[in-house]
């Protein structure tokens, strides 16, 4: 019960104080830049004009719709060639821009995807190294590969 005073008093004062409401900073564009960027405005030269800015009201380039609202190939157009890359696939072809089939991918279909319980247990990575890495048992790490599916190397 004893809370609720302290907390009003302790609000109240910090409610009084007039550093919340003198602190704010507008940039000054014609003075120089320093170090931790722009100074700032005198507080007797501050407009509304340093806090309204109108343009982002107002669209700026959009890009022309083609055919069917698309703005690249209409879907009827698609041809096969436009999903398969061409060219010579071999290791020392250091021309091929795409490297197709050259590496094998690390990780499954979601490349931005890697949770860490797959990558540590489900890999072949050494149970050593892992315990060495995460500071967990060996033991609880041979069990954990053998419930998510690793190899015990």
């Known amino acids: ?75 009827a157009n698609v041809t096969v060639d436009d999903f ?13 821009i795409n490297n197709l089939g050259i590496t094998t991918a690390l990780v499954a279909q979601f490349p931005g995807v890697q949770l860490l319980e797959n990558a540590l247990f489900q890999s072949d990575f050494p149970t050593e190294l892992i315990a060495q890495t995460t500071l967990l048992d060996i033991a609880q790490i041979k069990k954990l590969k053998g419930l998510l599916g690793g190899c015990f190397a």
């Open 1 to 75: 019960m004893m809370k609720f005073p302290i907390l009003f008093v302790f609000s109240f004062i910090l409610s009084s104080s007039y550093a919340a409401v003198q602190d704010f900073c507008v940039a000054d564009y014609t003075a120089p830049q320093g170090p931790a960027g722009y100074s700032c405005k005198n507080p007797e030269n501050v407009t509304v004009d340093d806090f309204v800015y109108s343009a982002l009201g107002v669209p700026d380039y959009t890009a022309p719709q083609g055919p069917a609202g698309y703005s690249c190939k209409i879907p």
């Open 84 to 96: 398969v890359y061409t060219g010579l696939e071999v290791a020392g072809n250091t021309s091929n």
